[in-house]
């Protein structure tokens, strides 16, 4: 017996000594990255280096975003599950360490024809001694679910930031909208006053006044739409920002909207050290590949160890004379027979794996799609905004021209009415343009995934 209590924290030292970890060490994979952005220069620089307020510089946009980034639903969801996984990651980590509870009973009552007391007290303790790595994988696989959860967090604030500033560059050209219809409904107004007039007194064709009017109508048809639609999205923005549905306040006008004339993009690999989406989906990988460790781990025996201090007595008086006890014991269990359960939760383990990594790949495929696909846009759009001036200018010139030869005589008004609508139309392109790579900035900054430094 005192050989055996000798010899037991050698053999335990023995077994502890010999822990590992079984399963696959984490690799981080090779993936295929360009040197440069596909449609675009390779620059050392990028507009994600600049946080979100220096890229977006209107006063009212700015406290939008921050009360957006303070009270939005989507924010206050995303920091609530950052707090569960951080919460699971904790719980993971306290499996390496013992587990000790307490015990107390008394009583009082009779048996076998005799009435008495009996008072109890433990204090018990439980440690699995973590031999292949079970635990040590567990905990592995937490963290990479809790960073991943703090990336997710990252990616809701840019998603919420841009989204805030596509919606608020909308509500502006709608705005610019409105004021065009508005003053073109005022235009044709005055031209079907005028040739209404004159029809009454017999110096103006009925078809003139009945296309004078028809402008009217549909310019002033276009009126309420746009109203609609401004409030839809002034409604849009209050539920980004928290808010119950109101007004929502404005700034520069759409053309005061600063856009940098050459925009970054940065190096491909930067990228996927910066888009939160792309680190979130290296995290996945990372549990994955620890669950894997997790599984295997299940072949082998688990060692624990459990203790008892305590004391037990008839008597109140006893317990802490001759009524202590006290026991320790090692227990070794393993597997034998389960029916290949083990078998397949290693496979379905690999298999979560080999999906995780497809996922990752899937991800880096797309951001360098995205930030390609933004970087095209956004030089395109500015080159068709220089042409929606232009034909703007020529439109303008046309009225004017026109204008001027119906005054001489040397023009039917139809030719002036036509000219109006065509400056209408240019007007309202050219602020949809402007409105287009204004939300094609936010978007290259979104999926630079921008504000962050690597």
């Not at 705005?175 to 508005?182: G, N």
């Not at 009415?417 to 287009?436: G, K, P």
């Amino acid at each position: 017996m005192v050989a055996l209590k000798r010899g037991l924290p050698a053999v335990l030292l023995i077994f502890i000594a010999a822990c590992k970890t079984v399963g696959p060490d984490y690799q981080k994979p090779a993936v295929a990255v360009p040197d440069a952005f596909y449609g675009a220069a390779a620059t050392t620089e990028s507009i994600a280096d600049a946080q979100w307020f220096d890229v977006f510089s209107d006063p009212v946009l700015r406290s939008l975003i921050e009360e957006a980034l303070r009270n939005g639903y989507d924010v206050r969801i995303a920091t609530a599950r950052v707090e569960e996984a951080r919460a699971r990651y904790g719980i993971a980590g306290a499996a390496k360490l013992p587990e000790v509870d307490y015990e107390a009973r008394g009583g009082y009552g009779r048996q076998a024809g005799e009435t008495g007391a009996a008072f109890l007290g433990n204090v018990g303790a439980f440690w699995e001694i973590d031999l292949w790595g079970r635990i040590r994988r567990l905990n592995e696989a937490a963290r990479a679910q809790y960073l991943g959860s703090e990336e997710g967090r990252r990616a809701v604030r840019l998603a919420l930031a841009s989204e805030v500033a596509s919606a608020y560059f909308d509500l502006r050209e709608l705005d610019e909208e409105l004021d065009i219809a508005r003053r073109t409904a005022g235009a044709f107004g005055n031209t079907y006053e005028l040739f209404d007039n004159r029809l009454r007194g017999g110096t103006a064709s009925g078809l003139e006044t009945s296309r004078a009017e028809a402008l009217l109508a549909n310019a002033a048809a276009l009126i309420p739409l746009i109203e609609a639609d401004i409030i839809a999205t002034e409604n849009q923005i209050n539920v980004l920002l928290g808010r119950v549905p109101g007004p929502i306040p404005r700034g520069g006008a759409l053309a005061a909207q600063p856009i940098p004339a050459a925009v970054p993009g940065g190096l491909p690999a930067a990228l996927l050290l910066r888009r939160p989406d792309v680190r979130a989906a290296e995290q996945a990988l990372i549990a994955a590949n620890a669950n894997v460790g997790v599984a295997q781990a299940a072949f082998y025996p688990s060692l624990s160890l459990t203790g008892l201090l305590g004391v037990q007595s008839e008597e109140l008086g006893d317990l802490f004379g001759e009524g202590r006890v006290w026991n320790i014991q090692a227990g070794l269990l393993g597997p034998i027979f389960n029916a290949g359960r083990l078998r397949n939760q290693h496979r379905a383990a690999v298999a979560q794996f080999d999906v995780a990594l497809a996922q990752y790949e899937q991800s880096v495929t797309r951001a360098l799609a995205d930030v390609s696909t933004s970087l095209v846009s956004l030089e395109k759009f500015a080159a068709a905004e220089e042409q929606r001036q232009r034909a703007l200018r020529a439109n303008q010139e046309a009225v004017r021209l026109v204008t001027l030869r119906y005054d001489s005589g040397f023009s039917a008004y139809f030719e002036v009415l036509d000219a109006m609508q065509q400056l209408f139309t240019a007007e309202n392109n050219l602020a949809r343009t402007r409105r287009d790579r204004l939300v094609a900035l936010v978007r290259l900054y979104r999926v630079l995934g921008g504000g962050w430094q690597t």
